[in-house]
């Protein structure tokens, strides 16, 4: 769908996907692409050069038809299925990450313990989110800016304190409905339980219905959202 004329545009950190793309199909990478040496410690996104590419439409439609075909005619061989190393899961041990996830300029905070049952393992009440250190916004600018600081960086440095084992903070489930004693009402007094503002009548309903039917009806919404990776939840 990306490769289509009518495609405007594509949502998520395409400097990300761009550099993925590079590591393991060196068959789409440019020839004017250039890498340079990494430093001990630096993400292998910075060992790439930036290359400017200019030209028409008719030049741009040449690109897009060469990439289409590079594509179709792709087998197996040019793919290289390890550019990070030779079984890399063996060099640490099985473990969740949890902290910031930085790529250049961009900062988003992962913390596992709230989709523990992506993980097959109980869902338990997560702790409260670490604030960011700076947060501003411009006059005439509706997003915000926050950084949660330099000092995070330094955890990459020290495994530990990133490494969250999961037997440590939960157990594996066993029934679907399994949760944390107390973690329905915690869930309920931090999510939206409608999607549709309840009018009147929708309140009239919702008066018949019985604790056991409310708290069904939250779980089977957790579970929903749980499966479909949506966070209703709101902090």
């Known amino acids: 769908m990306a490769s289509r004329a009518d495609c405007k545009g594509m949502g998520g950190c395409l400097t990300l996907l761009q550099i993925w793309i590079y590591e393991y199909f060196p068959c789409l990478r440019d020839q004017k692409l250039g890498t340079r040496g990494l430093v001990c410690g630096e993400p292998f996104a910075k060992k790439w050069e930036g290359v400017r590419i200019g030209g028409g439409a008719q030049l741009m439609n040449e690109r897009l038809d060469h990439y289409r075909r590079v594509l179709d005619n792709m087998t197996d061989e040019f793919v290289f299925w390890c550019p990070f190393g030779p079984r ?70 020290a495994p530990h304190c990133h490494s969250v084992q999961l037997d440590s903070i939960s157990r594996p489930v066993q029934k679907p409905e399994d949760t944390e004693d107390g973690y329905l009402q915690w869930y309920m007094g931090r999510t939206h339980p409608r999607i549709v503002c309840p009018s009147a009548a929708d309140q009239e309903i919702h008066h018949h219905l019985s604790h056991d039917q409310e708290s069904l009806i939250m779980l089977l919404i957790s579970l929903f959202c749980t499966s479909l990776n949506i966070a209703l939840v709101i902090e």
């Open 88 to 157: 890399p899961g063996e060099m640490v041990s099985r473990s969740l990450y949890s902290g910031v996830i930085r790529c250049m300029s961009v900062e988003e905070m992962y913390d596992p313990s709230r989709c523990l049952r992506q993980f097959g393992y109980v869902q338990t009440i997560p702790s409260d989110p670490l604030p960011p250190v700076d947060v501003c916004r411009s006059a005439n600018v509706k997003m915000y800016s926050f950084s949660y600081g330099p000092g995070l960086s330094e955890l990459w440095k």
